[in-house]
């Protein structure tokens, strides 16, 4: 729908078209922000579980938490896929409320006047509106950050735990790094090998979540954002 076959709509019969196509983009953009809250729930529910199954016996091998992150990731990775998606559905209901809504109950001349054609140009030829990398660091910066310190935080703790590790173990709490390097040995992997792939890792997640800017698009409009 254009600007120019708009105006020959009637008052009554463009409020009915603009209520049930925002309508319309509601549903979709709840629907996909119930599957961005299903992800987190997955992502939630996996850091619980191997939490529990890691550190609930020493028996319990380090690798259980380095497997939890590998999980973590790809539910990061779908999360971001979700996202894009989800951006573009709140993207559409966000232009009413910005050039419609907001216009009626506080007018401005001549604010955006050709959104209805930049609106059909997206129907006609729909197009995300973030990258992969922006919509991964939008996910890892709000939700996923927690849960990897919270994972980096555990896997630390029972490499350096005398009580959470298998009998025998030279580890104590006053042990030295290349004492708790050998505990994270990973099957013929070599613990420092292990714990500097752990440090390099998480160090990209920092520079991903704090030095790279995703504040495109809607984030550019006010402060309540997803």
């Given at each position: 729908m254009s600007d120019a076959f708009a105006l020959k709509l009637t008052s009554s019969e463009l409020a009915t078209t603009m209520s049930h196509f925002h309508r319309a983009?509601?549903?979709?953009?709840?629907?996909?922000?119930?599957?961005?809250?299903?992800?987190?729930?997955?992502?939630?529910?996996?850091?619980?579980?191997?939490?529990?199954?890691?550190?609930?016996?020493?028996?319990a091998h380090h690798g259980v938490l380095l497997f939890a992150m590998l999980l973590i990731?790809?539910?990061?990775?779908?999360?971001?896929?979700?996202?894009?998606?989800?951006?573009?559905y709140r993207a559409r209901v966000r232009q009413f409320e910005r050039y419609y809504f907001a216009?009626?109950?506080?007018?401005?001349?001549?604010?955006?006047?050709?959104?209805?054609?930049?609106?059909?140009?997206?129907?006609?030829?729909p197009r995300f509106l973030i990258s992969q990398r922006a919509a991964l660091v939008r996910r890892l910066r709000r939700t996923y950050i927690f849960m990897?310190?919270?994972l980096m935080l555990a896997w630390v703790l029972k490499i350096t735990t005398p009580s959470l590790q298998r009998e025998g173990s030279?580890?104590?709490?006053?042990?030295?790094?290349?004492?708790?390097?050998?505990?994270?040995?990973?099957?013929?992997?070599?613990?420092?090998?292990?714990?500097c792939m752990v440090g390099l890792f998480y160090v990209g997640l920092l520079a991903a979540?704090?030095?790279?800017?995703?504040?495109?698009?809607?984030?550019?409009?006010g402060t309540v954002h997803v």
């Open positions: 983009e509601i549903a979709r953009m709840a629907g996909w922000r119930d599957r961005l809250d299903r992800t987190s729930n997955w992502a939630i529910t996996v850091v619980a579980a191997m939490l529990s199954v890691s550190l609930s016996t020493p028996s990731t790809l539910l990061l990775w779908i999360e971001a896929r979700r996202y894009r998606f989800f951006d573009v216009q009626i109950f506080s007018p401005q001349p001549d604010y955006a006047s050709n959104w209805l054609a930049i609106v059909g140009e997206g129907l006609r030829s990897y310190t919270i030279p580890i104590g709490f006053g042990a030295s790094f290349l004492d708790a390097a050998r505990v994270a040995q990973l099957g013929p992997v070599p613990g420092i090998y292990v714990v979540a704090f030095l790279i800017s995703s504040d495109e698009g809607e984030l550019s409009h």
